[in-house]
């Protein structure tokens, strides 16, 4: 079975990729938004926001799971989408300079990914 031609398998990694966006501003949004507030504050907000992210997050992993991609493909997905949503939130919304580095990075996630999913 293709895994890849699954609507599962697009319908978890949709869910995903929106949960990825709500958890990358939660860890990291409060570094630009609340760094003048106390730390509790920002703590609280990004609670707030990574309850979002599990709404998506958790019906992403059970719909990826009752497909039946494996749990590794399901972790595997996961960190590709977070390089792939973490790479443009840094550079554009908290202005750090592109490096070399997330390419190599990239590439590492290439060869995670075709040793997790070649035996689909």
Known sequence: ????????FWQ???LLICSNVFMTFAWYGHLKNFSERPWIIA????????LFEYL???????????AGIPLGQLKVLQEII???VFVP??????????KLDYVWA???????????????
């Not at 703590?43 to 990574?50: D, E, P």
């Not at 939130?89 to 592109?98: D, E, G, H, L, T």
């Not at 990239?106 to 689909?120: E, N, P, V």
């Open 1 to 8: 079975m293709n895994i890849f031609s699954t609507p599962s």
């Open 12 to 14: 978890t990694t949709l």
């Open 43 to 50: 703590a609280l907000v990004s609670w707030g926001i990574a």
């Open 56 to 66: 998506l997050q958790v019906p992403a992993n059970r719909i990826g799971n009752s």
């Open 82 to 84: 977070t390089l792939s």
């Open 89 to 98: 939130f840094a550079m554009f919304y908290m202005n750090q300079p592109f």
């Open 106 to 120: 990239g590439f590492c996630l290439i060869g995670a990914a075709y040793f997790i999913f070649r035996s689909s």
